[in-house]
C-alpha cells in the first residue's frame, strides 16, 4: 500500500517536472539565445545612424536577404524595442533603415502604455535582453491632436485620448506650438512611466542594462531627434 501511494506520487511529480520542462524550456532556451552584443548606447547610436542614412536617402537596406531571413527562424536578437505611433507615415523599420529581426515595435495610436504595450516591452528587455527602449512621438499626431481638443470621441478612441491627456496634464504648452510641444510631453510622460514600471523594466535600467529615450520624428525632413537622451 505504502509503495503504491509512493509509486503514485513519483508519477505526478515527474508528471509535474514534464510539463515544467515543456513550458519553460522554449522561454529560457530563447532567453539564453538572446544576449545582446550590444551596449544600449551602442544600440542607440545603430539606431539613429539608420535614421541619418534614412534622412540622406543612403539606405542600405540591411537584413533583408533570404540568408538572413532564414537564419532567424530559431530566434530573434533585436537590438532595440520602440513604441511608435500606428500612423502610417512613422513606419519604423524603414525610418531607420533596418530589416528582420532589428527592431521590436510595439505600435499603438499616440504611443501610449496600456498593460498589453507594457507587456510587450517587458518580453522584449526581459526575455530578449533588448538593451534600448526609444518612445517616439511624430509630428502632426492625430492622437495627440485628438486628445488636446478635447471633444468626444466614438468607440476606444476615447479611451487612447484620455491617456494622452492625463499623460500631458500639468504640462503647459505654448498654444502656437501646442501639438508639437504636448507629443513631446507624452512621449516624456511614457519614458518616465516606463522608468518607472517595477516588476521587469527599472530593475534594468538601474543595472545599466537598459537604456530609456524619448525620440520625435519630424514628417517632413525624416529626422528622429532625441527629447531626453
Ligand atoms: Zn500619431
Redesign the pocket.
Known amino acids: 500500500m505504502g509503495t503504491r501511494i509512493l509509486n503514485k506520487e513519483v508519477i505526478v511529480f515527474l508528471r509535474r517536472c514534464f510539463f515544467l520542462a515543456v513550458f519553460f524550456f522554449p522561454v529560457l532556451a530563447n532567453a539564453a539565445n538572446a544576449e545582446s552584443p550590444m551596449s544600449p548606447d551602442q544600440a542607440l547610436q545603430e539606431l539613429m545612424a539608420g535614421n541619418q542614412r534614412f534622412v540622406a536617402e543612403k539606405v542600405v537596406h540591411p537584413n533583408q536577404t533570404e540568408l538572413h531571413r532564414k537564419d532567424l527562424v530559431e530566434g530573434q536578437k533585436p537590438f532595440a524595442a520602440i513604441l511608435g505611433?500606428?500612423?502610417s507615415r512613422v513606419a519604423t523599420d524603414l525610418v531607420f533603415d533596418r530589416g528582420l529581426g532589428d527592431l521590436f515595435v510595439a505600435r499603438v495610436?499616440?504611443n501610449i502604455l496600456d498593460d498589453a504595450v507594457l507587456g510587450s516591452l517587458e518580453y522584449g528587455v526581459g526575455v530578449l535582453k533588448i538593451p534600448l527602449i526609444m518612445v517616439l512621438g511624430?509630428e502632426s499626431?492625430?492622437?495627440?491632436k485628438a486628445a488636446i481638443a478635447d471633444k468626444p470621441l466614438p468607440g476606444k478612441i476615447e479611451s487612447i485620448a484620455k491617456e494622452i491627456r492625463q499623460a500631458i496634464h500639468g504640462d503647459t504648452c505654448d498654444p502656437k506650438d501646442q501639438p508639437t510641444c504636448a507629443t513631446k510631453a507624452n512621449v516624456h510622460a511614457m519614458v518616465e512611466r516606463l522608468k518607472n514600471s517595477q516588476e521587469v523594466i527599472a530593475p534594468l535600467v538601474k543595472s545599466g542594462k537598459l537604456k530609456i529615450v524619448g525620440a520625435f520624428y519630424d514628417l517632413e525632413t525624416g529626422k528622429v531627434e532625441l527629447t531626453n537622451p
Do not use: E, I, L, R
Request: one cysteine or more; aromatic letters at 0%.
Open positions: 505611433c500606428s500612423d495610436a499616440g511624430h499626431c492625430g492622437a495627440v
